[in-house]
T-cell receptor, first 117, second 113 residues
Framework: AQTVTQSQPEMSVQEAETVTLSCTYD???????LFWYKQPPSRQMILVIR??????QNATENRFSVNFQKAAKSFSLKISDSQLGDAAMYFC??????????????FGKGTLLTVNP | KAGVTQTPRYLIKTRGQQVTLSCSPI?????VSWYQQTPGQGLQFLFE???????NKGNFPGRFSGRQFSNSRSEMNVSTLELGDSALYLC????????????FGEGSRLTVL
């Protein structure tokens, strides 16, 4: 079964600085998607960034970028110029084959990011 | 475009009761997934529905069930509630099959006493 591991339960960063959240995953598949989702204190989960496994180029969305290392099965999220509104729980997620003809999204346990003013 | 709407937002039940949660997906989305979120277990996949058919199911006991209607609205039901069922239940819809790009509702917070 696919697993997603986020080794940092909590992280903190000063406003305007850069922080990197780590994620590793385990899979025997070659075709899949990886995501970072953000869950602010209001609880609604929103998509931050996604990466297709077949693409070598790292995805970027404004201040958010990823470092995707397929061979190492690593998928870290870098947040540049951190803002107070970035404070949230961040979940790394893997979308891929889960058996039979099914696919599903598997989440890591999350990293709670605090942004200090 | 309205987002994913979940009702009720909060509810309190006692052990042995049953509960039904509702989810209205984004207009045009035909896939609805349900997740259970707890501090200890994190986010766990319950099931996914597409066009009124259950496409995938997680490792939960049969007390957890769901369905989807022709208008894509979905309900999940938990029977014979246990204390451990206390959780935030998240619904997500998707307009694209096979990509994992989900749009989440704010969740239904269930407390079982």
């Amino acid at each position: 079964a696919q697993t997603v591991t986020q080794s940092q339960p909590e992280m903190s960063v000063q406003e305007a600085e850069t922080v990197t959240l780590s994620c590793t995953y385990d899979t025997s598949e070659s075709d899949y998607y990886l995501f970072w989702y953000k869950q602010p204190p209001s609880r609604q989960m929103i998509l931050v960034i996604r990466q297709e496994a077949y693409k070598q180029q790292n995805a970027t969305e404004n201040r958010f970028s990823v470092n995707f290392q397929k061979a190492a099965k690593s998928f870290s999220l870098k947040i540049s110029d951190s803002q107070l509104g970035d404070a949230a729980m961040y979940f790394c997620a893997y979308w891929g084959f889960s058996g039979g003809s099914n696919y599903k999204l598997t989440f890591g346990k999350g990293t709670l990011l605090t942004v200090n003013p | 475009k309205a987002g994913v709407t979940q009702t009720p937002r909060y509810l309190i039940k006692t052990r042995g009761q049953q509960v039904t949660l509702s989810c209205s997906p984004i207009s045009g989305h035909r896939s609805v997934s349900w997740y259970q979120q707890t501090p200890g277990q994190g986010l766990q996949f319950l099931f996914e529905y597409f066009s009124e058919t259950q496409r995938n199911k997680g490792n939960f006991p049969g007390r957890f069930s769901g369905r989807q209607f022709s208008n894509s609205r979905s309900e999940m039901n938990v029977s014979t509630l246990e204390l451990g069922d206390s959780a935030l239940y998240l619904c997500a819809s998707s307009g694209s099959l096979g990509t994992g790009e989900l749009f989440f509702g704010e969740g239904s917070r269930l407390t079982v006493l």
